[in-house]
């Protein structure tokens, strides 16, 4: 059994951004199992979270951005590339700006800072998408195709043709994710320059230099456009023959094709797992990437593929039973709504709730039809969160635990007599002053049947003066 990853110390890079010009500071932090890539924008109101998730990507234009809220991170992919390709598995990217940093246009500099911060080894398994049937994508606009079969490793093979004699076709390929780092992850992105003229022009690349892009001359430029260029990148003058611009050296001859590849792999981290499949791309580029992964994570979810399913042994003993639960939080019956604890950690909980038709809520929701109101099924995942943050504390039964924020809940399915919901919640952040920011989901069998973040704080009770001192709940 594979076990996840996270970072041992937290690590931090800074650079700016190739279309904003802004000057940005990118730090990596140690995140709880099956967290995933998920980046914090700490220069905005509530320092937002934006998972890298595939249903986030508001814009692929010459980078992939992902956005939740109006908020936003552009040129995700290299950095997904480096986190992917060392296969780590739990980050917290915290970033005060709105796009990652371009260092010098490839992931070698993430992939530099991340091993200097370690990896830790988790106690929650890798779980792996194997693809169990080809997916294939055409965009003809583009020339693009992709497609993917199942395969026992992850294997990429690209091909890229530009109709220049300068690239000519190209072609890259690793065997695993293991070859990533030697093979794909200093290879930086490229452009021909009659783009880099209409990117200037349109005031585009505003951070951009010649030290973080090749730039493919495919036409001799006039003496005035040279000189408009050296003052773009403040140099004393820029060499524009035919090749490269600068006559940069390549690090590889097939060095675009490998930088492809490298979007590839960092486009597909979006899926939220590592896959086994072997994916052959021909003119790729972030729009087909970001749509093969879309068609991928729809087959995960149709496969019901879900790394937080928790795995519910009704023989095994709980940690906590009923009495030691009614030890911890004052809830009593008919508000008591979960029955066993099975996980306990510093960063996670698993609770379980039995639902009979002896509850006394289906007397009046849904009368021959009974199902479990949406509002106790948030009150049941809160009272497991409630386990979680109370056994921070050496004398629980003197804190009471209230909501202070409810966000993202979805109910997915109907809860019925008969089920039994196993609640998994995790930190979202650690706990600071008694306040708990968690994320949960709630499934019967592997089905997940509601998902919620919420903030809650306990609050010592003799300390409870009055009704005016006791947090009022935030919807």
Known sequence: ??????????????????????????????????????????????????????????????????????????????????????????????????????????????????????????????????????????????????????????????????????????????????EFKAEASECRTFCFLHELEMLLEHNLIKGGDINNAIVVVDKPLPDEKMAYLAKVFKREKVVAERGFLNNVQLRYQNEPARHKLLDIVGDLALVGAPLKGHILAARPGHVANVAFAKMIKALMKRDKFKANVPKYNPNATPLFDINRIQKFLPHRPPFLFIDKITELSDHHVVGVKNVSMNEWYFQGHFPGAPVMPGVLQIEAMAQVGGILVLNTVPDPENYLTYFMKIENARFKHMVVPGDTVVFRLELISPIRRGICHMRGEAFVGEKLVMESEMMAQIVRKEKKKSEEKIPEPVS
């Open 1 to 178: 059994m594979i076990k996840q990853t996270t970072i041992k110390t937290p690590v931090t890079i800074s650079g700016v951004g190739l279309h904003t010009g802004e000057n940005v500071t990118l730090t990596f932090k140690p995140a709880p199992e099956n967290h995933g890539y998920v980046f914090q924008r700490v220069d905005v109101d509530g320092k937002p979270l934006i998972e890298a998730d595939v249903d986030n990507v508001t814009d692929t234009d010459r980078g992939t951005t992902i956005g939740k809220h109006g908020v936003k991170v552009s040129t995700v992919e290299h950095v997904l590339a480096a986190l992917a390709g060392l296969e780590i598995d739990n980050v917290l990217m915290e970033i005060d700006g709105p796009e990652v940093p371009i260092m010098d246009g490839s992931s070698k500099p993430f992939i530099d800072i991340l091993e200097k911060a370690g990896t830790q080894e988790q106690n929650a398994e890798r779980l792996y998408y194997s693809l169990s049937e080809n997916i294939t994508y055409e965009d003809t606009s583009r020339k693009t195709e992709m497609l993917a079969v199942p395969s026992d490793d992850f294997r990429l093979t690209v091909m890229v043709d530009y109709n220049t004699d300068i690239l000519g076709t190209q072609h890259a390929t690793i065997y695993n994710i293991k």
